[in-house]
């Protein structure tokens, strides 16, 4: 499976952005997807994951309240809704894939595969 994450870009503090997470392939083999970002300086940190096919959804305490993931069975997509946006979530976002038959949750980037190039998030005035 390869995966293409897009709809990155420039965004005021407050404003909304909505990635999306294209994937090519088989993907119902897999049980989740999740969104990770890459401050600039920092390590690959956990945004959100879902289930793929009963849609049960996780997220990083950064995340909660502010960004929904989802997805789209038909059209092979996850979305990542972000909404009023910090400074501090500007970061490269990536989406991956758990290879697991079940996803426990984990938020260990070391626990997903088949990164894509990611897509840049700037929030700044």
């Known amino acids: 499976v390869q995966l293409q994450a897009s709809g990155g870009g420039l965004v005021q503090p407050g404003g909304s952005l909505r990635l999306s997470c294209a994937a090519s392939?088989?993907?119902?083999?897999?049980?989740?997807v999740a969104w990770f970002r890459r401050p600039p300086g920092k390590e690959r940190e956990f945004v959100a994951a879902i289930k793929w096919r009963l849609g049960k959804t996780y997220y990083a305490d950064s995340a909660k309240g502010r960004f929904t993931i989802s997805r789209d069975n038909a059209e092979n997509t996850v979305y990542l809704q972000m909404n009023r946006l910090k400074p501090e979530d500007t970061a490269v976002y990536y989406c991956?894939?758990?290879?697991?038959?079940?996803?426990?949750?984990?938020?260990?980037?070391?626990?997903?595969?088949?990164w894509g190039p990611g897509t840049q998030v700037t929030v700044s005035s």
């Open positions: 991956s894939i758990n290879p697991a038959p079940y996803y426990s949750g984990s938020h260990d980037p070391t626990d997903f595969r088949s």
């Open positions: 392939g088989t993907i119902y083999s897999y049980d989740a």
